[in-house]
C-alpha cells in the first residue's frame, strides 16, 4: 500500500498546485512504515487503513 501512496502522491498536486516533491512523499513514507512497524510491535490486527483516532493518537504519543 505503501507503493500506492507514492504513486499517487507522484501523480497530483499539492494544495498549491504544486507536485509534491520527493522529499515530502519519503516523509509519509516513513512515518507509514514507522506506522505499520508500531502496530506489528504492538500485535494490532489489520493494517494502517484500519486506525481509528484513539489508534493514531496512541501511535502519535509513541512517535
Not at 25 to 35: E, H, P, R, S, T
Request: one cysteine or more.
Amino acid at each position: 500500500m505503501l507503493d500506492e501512496l507514492d504513486l499517487h502522491l507522484s501523480t497530483i498536486t499539492n494544495r498549491y498546485g504544486r507536485p509534491f516533491q520527493r522529499k515530502t512523499i519519503n516523509a509519509y513514507k516513513f512515518a507509514g512504515v514507522a506506522l505499520h512497524n508500531w502496530m506489528t510491535e504492538s500485535s494490532m490486527e489489520g493494517d494502517f487503513t484500519t486506525c481509528d483516532v484513539g489508534t493514531l493518537n496512541r501511535f502519535f504519543r509513541w512517535y
